[in-house]
């Protein structure tokens, strides 16, 4: 049973960075994708970003349009956390962040408890 604990949210102007980590316990990320989602204010959770423990030429990863040359995921093994740097903040990026793992990039199996991200002036 894999734990996950994302930590890194909270208040930023817009046009600010910041870095979410997702720490896992129990298991080893190296055998799973890993994914990143948010859930904004009244509305559905949605798909940000992913990175498969297959690594390509872009790393194994793919962004949502909507966070594309913005956001960027990586993953340290050795340290079993992954990693989702936010830069050029806007105030539609405000939301609860969730890390979550899974064999396949169509099945997650594993969700931390999420992570508040606000950007606001």
């Known amino acids: 049973q894999v734990q996950l604990g994302e930590s890194g949210g909270g208040l930023v102007q817009p046009g600010g960075s910041l870095r979410l980590s997702c720490a896992a316990s129990?298991?080893?990320?190296?055998?799973?994708?890993m994914g990143w989602f948010r859930q904004p204010p009244g509305k559905e959770r949605e798909f940000v970003a992913r990175?498969?423990?297959?690594?390509?030429?872009?790393?194994?990863?793919y962004y949502a349009d909507s966070v594309k040359g913005r956001f960027t995921c990586s993953r340290d093994n050795a340290k079993n956390t992954v990693y989702l740097q936010m830069d050029s903040l806007k105030p539609e990026d405000t939301a609860v962040y969730y890390c979550?793992?899974?064999?396949?990039?169509?099945?997650?199996?594993?969700w931390g408890q999420g992570t508040q991200v606000t950007v606001s002036s």
């Open positions: 990175i498969s423990y297959v690594t390509g030429s872009n790393g194994g990863t």
């Open positions: 129990g298991g080893t990320i190296s055998r799973y994708v």
């Open positions: 979550a793992a899974g064999i396949t990039i169509s099945s997650y199996n594993y």
